[in-house]
C-alpha cells in the first residue's frame, strides 16, 4: 500500500474528514514507525525512478536525527536487492552543526555517509551538505550559494523533515521568519539539551549551526515530515491543530499544500481526535475509551469520578455514551470500580483470595518471575516497591539485566576504579592500559573494549549491590550484555538473532509466570524500545510452548513517562517506608548519580524522579476519588496471545 492509498489522504482543505476537522496539516497515522518508513522509502523510490523515466534528474532534500534512519535503510535494501538506482538524485542536506568537521562522528556529514550515500550510487558531486567548516568570513556569501544552488537544479522535488521538540524543522528554531533562507542560526537549549546524548554531555554540543531556510524548505514541490514517539505529541498537536506562529516554525507547513506528516501513534496522541475523540465526532464506545474519557472528565473538572453529573457529561461531548449508559450515577460507579480494581499490594497474586477482581491470579502461589531491566537500575527506578514486594511475598524472583548500560559510566568514575585496581594490583598490564588510554582520550575517541569492560563491571557491582539490599541471591541475577548494544557508542547495531535468542534462553530456561519489562515508547530508537522488541521477538517464538500458557506479561514504563490513569491495570501502592527503601536501592548505582552522563531535559535526580513519578500517580488516582497512597507503581498487561 502507497501513502496516497492511506483512508484519510482524502482530506483536503477544501473538504476535510468529520474526523480531521481540527487538523490543518495532512497527516497518517501508523502503528508502528517502522511500517511507516517502508512505505516512505517507497515513494522516494517511486520519485527517484519517474524522473529517471523523464531523462531529469530527482532533487531530494534530506534531513537527519533519528526519525529518518529507517526510511534511509530502506532505500539502501532497495538499492541492493531491487536495483533503485541514485545515479540521477541531487540531495541537499537541510543543516550541519557550525563549526563542525566533516570527520566528527557526530556531524550530519558523518551521518549522511553513515546511513545513506555509502551504501548507494549517488555522485559524490550530487551531495550537498552544508559545510561546518567553511570560515565566518565566507559563511554569508556560502549560505546565499547553497540557497542558488537548489535553485539551479530546478529546486527541491521532495524534502524529507523531521522535527524539534521546539517545532523546529531543519534547525529553525522558534522565531524564524517565514521567508528565511539558508543561513546560520543559534540552537535553542532544548535543541542542544536533546542533541546531548549523542556528544556525551550537553557542554560538547554546538551552539550554532547553518540551516535551509523555511522559504527554502517550503519551496519544495513535496513535503514528508516524519514524527515518531511520545516525545513528538505534545509539539506535533500543536503544529497540526494551532496558530501559525514563529514560535513554532514548523506550523508554517499549513500554507504549503503537499504537505503529509506521517506519525506512528505515540507521536499522535496528543491530536484532538485521538486523546478525546468525543470532542470531534460521534464515538464507538468501546470499554476501554469509556474508562478513558470518565477519567478526563474527572481531570478536567476537578472532580472525583463519584461526583460527576448528567450535565457535565453533556457539556463535554459525551451525552452519547450518557444514553448508552443510562445515568451518571450508573457510570460512575462502574469505572470506579474499574480503576479500584487495578489497586493491589499483591503484585504476584494474593494467594487463597477471590481473584476475579483482582489484576493478577490467586493460583500458582509462589511465582516464577523475570524483571527485564534494560539497564542496570531501571529495575529499581521503575519498579522497586514492586520487586521488594515480589521477593518478600515468596515469590522466585530473577533479574536480568538486558544491556550492560557501560557507555553511561563516566571516563572520571571510570579512572577511578583503575587506579584503586592499580594501587591494590600494581603491576597489572591491563589496568595501566585501562588508566593510559582514559588520561589521553577525547571526545571523539571510541572507548577500549578494556575500558567498556570495566565501565560494565562497575555497573554489575552497583546492579549486585542493590538486588542483595533487596534480598535476592546473586544466583537470580542475570547479566545478558545483549551484543546488540555494544558498540562503544550512542548508535546501536540493529537487534540480531544473537540478542533474541539470548532472551529466549533465559525465559525457557526459567519458564516464568509473569515477566515485567520496560514498555518505555517514548523515542523509538532507544535502547528500551529495543529492548522491549527483542522481548516481543522472544515471546512470538516461545509462545506456542505450554508453560507459557500459564505466562503473563506486565509491562512499567522507564524513567522517563508514566501510563495515564486509564490505561493502568495493576496500581501498587507503597507506604512511606517502601518509598525509602526504593530510594535507598537506587542509591547503589553510585556511577548514575549526581550530574549523569544521560540526564536528559530533566535536571532531577532519577530517584527524585521515580519519587515523583510514584506520588504523582497516587495523586491521581486520589483525585479520581480513590484511597490516598504516599506512593503508586504502575503496570500495564501486554497479551502476546
Ligand atoms: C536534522 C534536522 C532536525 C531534526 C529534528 C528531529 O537534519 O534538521 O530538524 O529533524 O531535530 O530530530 P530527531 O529525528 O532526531 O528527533
Not at 324 to 348: C, D, R, S, V
Not at 395 to 408: E, L
Request: charged fraction near 25%; proline fraction near 4%; aromatic fraction near 10%.
Amino acid at each position: 500500500m502507497k501513502i496516497a492509498d492511506h483512508k484519510n489522504i482524502a482530506y483536503t482543505k477544501a473538504g476535510k474528514f468529520e474526523e480531521t476537522r481540527f487538523e490543518k496539516i495532512h497527516n497518517v497515522i501508523f502503528n508502528s514507525s517502522n511500517e511507516a518508513s517502508l512505505l516512505v522509502a517507497q515513494e522516494i523510490a517511486s520519485l527517484i525512478r519517474e524522473k529517471e523515466y523523464q531523462n531529469q534528474p530527482c532533487v531530494l532534500g534530506l534531513a537527519t536525527g533519528s526519525s529518518p534512519i529507517k526510511v534511509y535503510e530502506e532505500l539502501v535494501r532497495l538499492h541492493k536487492e531491487e536495483g533503485l538506482s541514485f545515479a540521477n538524485v541531487i540531495s541537499f542536506n537541510l543543516d550541519e552543526y557550525y563549526a563542525m568537521d566533516k570527520s566528527n562522528i557526530q556531524s550530519y556529514f558523518y551521518f549522511m555517509h553513515e546511513h545513506l550515500f555509502s551504501h548507494i550510487d549517488i555522485l559524490p558531486e550530487n551531495v550537498n551538505i552544508p559545510d561546518g567548516k567553511i570560515s565566518s568570513e565566507n559563511l554569508y556569501q556560502y549560505c546565499i550559494d547553497y540557497e542558488m544552488k537548489i535553485k539551479s537544479v530546478g529546486g527541491l522535488d521532495l524534502q524529507l523533515l523531521g522535527i524539534g521538540r521546539t517545532g523546529h524543522i531543519g534547525f529553525n528554531e522558534p522565531g524564524s521568519h517565514y521567508n528565511s533562507g539558508t543561513r546560520s542560526i543559534t540552537l535553542d537549549h532544548i535543541t542542544r539539551v536533546d542533541a546531548a546524548p549523542a556528544f556525551l554531555g550537553i557542554d560538547n554540543v554546538p551552539r550554532k549551526a547553518i540551516t535551509m531556510g523555511i522559504g527554502t524548505v517550503l519551496s519544495a514541490k513535496r513535503i514528508i515530515l516524519l514524527g515518531w514517539g511520545v516525545n513528538k505529541a505534545e509539539i506535533l498537536k500543536k503544529t497540526i491543530e494551532g496558530e501559525i506562529t514563529a514560535e513554532v516554525p514548523a506550523t508554517y507547513l499549513q500554507q504549503h499544500d503537499n504537505t503529509t506528516f506521517i506519525i506512528d501513534e505515540g507521536a499522535s496522541s496528543e491530536l484532538t481526535r485521538v486523546k478525546t475523540p468525543w470532542l470531534v465526532t460521534t464515538c464507538v464506545w468501546s470499554e476501554p475509551l469509556k474508562l478513558k474519557a470518565v477519567v478526563w472528565l474527572s481531570e478536567l473538572l476537578g472532580t472525583p469520578i463519584l461526583k460527576l453529573t448528567d450535565k457535565n457529561y453533556n457539556n463535554n461531548g459525551m451525552s452519547g455514551l450518557l444514553t448508552e449508559e443510562g445515568t451518571a450515577y450508573h457510570l460512575n460507579i462502574k469505572m470506579f470500580n474499574k480503576l479500584q480494581h487495578t489497586i493491589t499490594g499483591w503484585p504476584g497474586g494474593k494467594p487463597s483470595a477471590d481473584d476475579s477482581n483482582r489484576p493478577e491470579r490467586a493460583d500458582i502461589p509462589r511465582k516464577k518471575v523475570i524483571i527485564f531491566s534494560p539497564h542496570p537500575d531501571d529495575d529499581v527506578i521503575s519498579m522497586g516497591g514492586t520487586f521488594d514486594r515480589l521477593v518478600e511475598q515468596g515469590h522466585d524472583v530473577h533479574i536480568a539485566y538486558q544491556t550492560s548500560g557501560n557507555i553511561a559510566v563516566s571516563d572520571e568514575e571510570a579512572l577511578k576504579f583503575a587506579e584503586i585496581t592499580q594501587s591494590l594490583c600494581p603491576g597489572c598490564h591491563e589496568t595501566q592500559s585501562i588508566i593510559n588510554f582514559l588520561k589521553i582520550k577525547t571526545d571523539n575517541d571510541i572507548d577500549s573494549d578494556e575500558v567498556r569492560q570495566l565501565k560494565g563491571l562497575i555497573r554489575r557491582s552497583e546492579s549486585l549491590a542493590a538486588t542483595r539490599y533487596l534480598g535476592l541471591n546473586d544466583k537470580n541475577v542475570h547479566f545478558l550484555d545483549l551484543p546488540f548494544y555494544e558498540t562503544g557508542t550512542i548508535k546501536k547495531n540493529n537487534l540480531s538473532k544473537e540478542d533474541t535468542d539470548i532472551m529466549c534462553r533465559l525465559i525457557e530456561t526459567i519458564k516464568p509466570h509473569q515477566i515485567y519489562a520496560a514498555g518505555d515508547l517514548a523515542d523509538p530508537h532507544g535502547t528500551h524500545k529495543v529492548c522491549l522488541d527483542a522481548l516481543f521477538i522472544a515471546l512470538e517464538d516461545l509462545k506456542h510452548n505450554d508453560y507459557m500458557n500459564d505466562c503473563w506479561v506486565w509491562l512499567y514504563r522507564g524513567a522517563w513517562h508514566e501510563w495515564e490513569s486509564y490505561q493502568i491495570e495493576m496500581a501498587v501502592p507503597m507506604s512511606p517506608d517502601q518509598v525509602l527503601k526504593k530510594r535507598h536501592a537506587i542509591f547503589y548505582h553510585q556511577s548514575q548519580k549526581d550530574g549523569v552522563m544521560f540526564q536528559g531535559g530533566d535536571s532531577r535526580e532519577f530517584w527524585v524522579r521515580a519519587e515523583d513519578r510514584n506520588r504523582l500517580t497516587a495523586k491521581k488516582y486520589n483525585d479520581l476519588g480513590l484511597a490516598d497512597y504516599a506512593a503508586i507503581e504502575a503496570f500495564k498487561r501486554y497479551h502476546f496471545k
